[in-house]
């Protein structure tokens, strides 16, 4: 399954965040660190919270972003004919409160880093499912793909949940037990680098739900004492 082209996932973010609401969004624009990075960036904006983390033995740095600022690039990926599914970045984001979830990105990838990405999702925290798997173009290697698009408006149980997640994970070809390179001609390497940018969920907020309030204690003995009245006073009517 293939994640929308370019101009329809464009024109669809376009309309999309005209009305939806900010869950979590990770810019990086201000985000620098040229070696031995350990401690991956913060989100720029939360709802409710999110993590960015590594997955595997993937390292990390700063790199030109697909506007101003800067971008996540990862490497140090699985050497050929291993570890398909194993290595990449992870992003938990608490969806409480919110709907109709839709992520946004942007990617880059290096001559030499697999062609091919898998997007899974979680919604219990640990247990992984494939939402999509998607091959970069060759022109990737010398720019961004922005507008990169995923719809997850048709599973329920990500919505308005605490432990929901992403994760882009380098893989297979399909239908093959090797990594193919981004560009043609070249050969994969661990060495390959994959940046991200502007990784954005968005969804409709839950509208606020009034709850009747909970009597106090006093309350209800005024309650009781009124009934109580009402009743001896139906009693002398009777009696007269």
């Known amino acids: 399954m293939q994640l929308r082209s370019v101009a329809l996932a464009a024109l669809l973010v376009a309309t999309f965040s ?7 969004l990770w810019d990086f624009n201000t985000y620098s660190c040229s070696t031995g990075c350990t401690t991956p960036p913060k989100a720029t904006q939360t709802a409710n919270g999110g993590v960015l983390s ?14 101003t600022g800067s971008a996540f690039n990862s490497t140090t990926y699985a050497a050929q004919g291993t570890g398909n599914l194993t290595r990449g970045i992870q992003f938990m984001i608490d969806t409480s409160g919110y709907t109709d979830l839709v992520l946004t990105f942007a990617q880059r990838n290096s001559n030499t880093a697999s062609a091919w990405t898998t997007l899974q999702y979680t919604v219990d925290g640990s247990t992984w499912q494939t939402a999509t798997t998607f091959q970069m173009p060759a022109a990737s290697a010398t720019t961004f793909v922005n507008g990169l698009t995923y719809d997850f408006t048709s599973i329920a149980a990500a919505n308005n949940n605490a432990d929901f997640g992403i994760r882009f994970l380098a893989s297979f070809a399909p239908g093959t037990s090797a990594y193919v390179a981004t560009a043609a001609g070249q050969s994969y390497a661990t060495g390959g680098t994959i940046r991200y940018d502007n990784v954005l969920l968005s969804g409709d907020a839950l509208p606020d739900v009034p709850v009747d309030p909970i009597p106090e204690p006093q309350t209800y003995a005024l309650m009781l004492a009124g009934l109580a009245a009402v009743g001896l006073m139906a009693r002398r009517r009777r009696a007269g």
Do not use: C, K, L, Y
């Open 18 to 24: 005209a009305q939806a609401d900010t869950v979590a």
């Open 54 to 67: 590594a997955v595997g033995g993937v390292t990390f740095t700063s790199a030109a972003g697909s506007g």
